[in-house]
C-alpha cells in the first residue's frame, strides 16, 4: 500500500521558516522523482519543487528560488522542504508527489499540509 504523509506545516511569522517532511512507503522511493507542489486558496496547484530520482537534480519555482531547499533521504524514505524567508504569499497547502520518471501515470499524492504566514 502507498502512503505519502506529510508533516511540519504550521503557522509562521513572515520572515520566518519551517521545514516539511514527507514519509513515503509501498513503493521503491529512490526511483521516483519527488515534487513538491501548492495550492493557495482560490488558486491553481503550483510545483514549488523537485528532486530528481537519486537526488541528482534539484529544481524550483522562481517564486522559490534562494528561500526553499529541498532534498532527499533515500535510506529513509523521506523528501524534505526547507523553507526560509517565509512570505505571506507562501501561504499554501503543501503537497508532496511521488512520479515514475518513466511511467506516465505512475503517480502518489499525500494529504497536504498546511502552511500559514502570518504576523
Known amino acids: 500500500q502507498v502512503q505519502l504523509v506529510e508533516s511540519g506545516g504550521g503557522l509562521v511569522q513572515p520572515g520566518g521558516s519551517l521545514r516539511l517532511s514527507c514519509a513515503a512507503s509501498?513503493?521503491?522511493?529512490?526511483?521516483?522523482?519527488m515534487i513538491w507542489y501548492r495550492q493557495a486558496p482560490g488558486k491553481e496547484r503550483e510545483l514549488v519543487a523537485v528532486?530528481?530520482?537519486?537526488?541528482?537534480?534539484?529544481n524550483y519555482a522562481d517564486s522559490v528560488k534562494g528561500r526553499f531547499t529541498i532534498s532527499r533521504d533515500n535510506a529513509k524514505n523521506t523528501v524534505y522542504l526547507q523553507m526560509n524567508s517565509l512570505k505571506p504569499e507562501d501561504t499554501a497547502v503543501y503537497y508532496c508527489?511521488?512520479?515514475?520518471?518513466?511511467?506516465?501515470?505512475?503517480?502518489?499524492w499525500g494529504q497536504g499540509t498546511q502552511v500559514t504566514v502570518s504576523s
Open positions: 508527489n511521488a512520479r515514475n520518471p518513466y511511467q506516465s501515470g505512475d503517480n502518489y
Open positions: 509501498g513503493f521503491t522511493f529512490s526511483y521516483y522523482t
Open positions: 528532486s530528481t530520482r537519486y537526488g541528482g537534480t534539484t
